[in-house]
């Protein structure tokens, strides 16, 4: 069964350094999306992707945030100068063009910012 | 504004009992329905869906939900649970409205199986 594929599961940064979290949606999916879940809180929509571009995001995803499909598979998640607060687990998905299309999850990325 | 309200953040329930987790949305717009399964250290897994038709869906592992247009709820209910169905539940609705797509979720019930 295709699945969404995520990397790294943990990562442990210093405060102050990149990271990119990546992430394969599932090969005829067109709609991609980033949820965060900081630990024991709910799934929060940072933001979602469709051909090529930003759709939608939601005011957590600010300027330190970015994404990007380099190529035809991946799906990244840059976060440009991390704080402790943005220890969480991130989760990526994707979707079907049609409009009642359910939302496919990765595993999730753990990301700890020490 | 859209919202999904899950009014209990944590249920309890002693193995083989029956359960229910509320879920209510706010709007009336078009909607479509999905309840996922969040198991300790794990992603996100969908459970069951309503998009259509019979308003009782059943899902995986003998859970079903139940749409109410008029009380824009989408409860699900298990008739006896086991130990291993403890795990974090939400539940999540597309609004549809003027031709845009709006995926919410609501904020998670953490289902606690006791033996």
């Known amino acids: 069964e295709p699945e969404v594929t995520q990397t790294p599961s943990h990562q442990v940064t210093q405060m102050g350094q990149e990271v990119i979290l990546r992430c394969v949606p599932i090969s005829n999916h067109l709609y991609f999306y980033w949820y965060r879940q900081i630990l024991g809180q709910k799934v929060e929509f940072l933001v979602s992707?469709?051909?090529?571009?930003?759709?939608?995001k939601s005011e957590i995803f600010d300027d330190q945030f970015s994404v990007e499909r380099p190529d035809g598979s991946n799906f990244t998640l840059k976060i440009r100068s991390t704080k402790l607060e943005d220890s969480a687990m991130y989760f990526c998905?994707?979707?079907?063009?049609?409009?009642?299309?359910?939302?496919?999850f990765g595993e999730g990325s753990r990301l700890t910012v020490l | 504004a859209q919202s999904v309200t899950q009014l209990d953040s944590q249920v309890p329930v002693f193995e083989e009992a029956p359960v229910e987790l509320r879920c209510n949305y706010s709007s009336s717009v078009s909607v479509y329905l999905f309840w996922y399964v969040q198991y300790p250290n794990q992603g996100l897994q969908l459970l069951l869906k309503?998009?259509?038709?019979?308003?009782l869906v059943k899902g995986i592992n003998g859970f079903e939900a139940e749409f109410n247009k008029s009380q824009t709820s989408f409860h699900l209910r298990k008739p006896s649970v086991h130990i291993s169905d403890t795990a974090e539940y939400f539940c999540?609705?597309?609004?549809?409205?003027?031709?845009?797509?709006?995926?919410?979720f609501g904020t998670g019930t953490r289902l606690k199986v006791l033996a």
């Open positions: 999540a609705v597309i609004f549809i409205t003027s031709g845009t797509y709006k995926y919410i």
């Open positions: 309503y998009l259509s038709g019979s308003t």
């Open positions: 992707f469709y051909n090529n571009e930003i759709s939608e």
């Open positions: 998905a994707s979707r079907t063009p049609r409009l009642t299309g359910e939302l496919f």
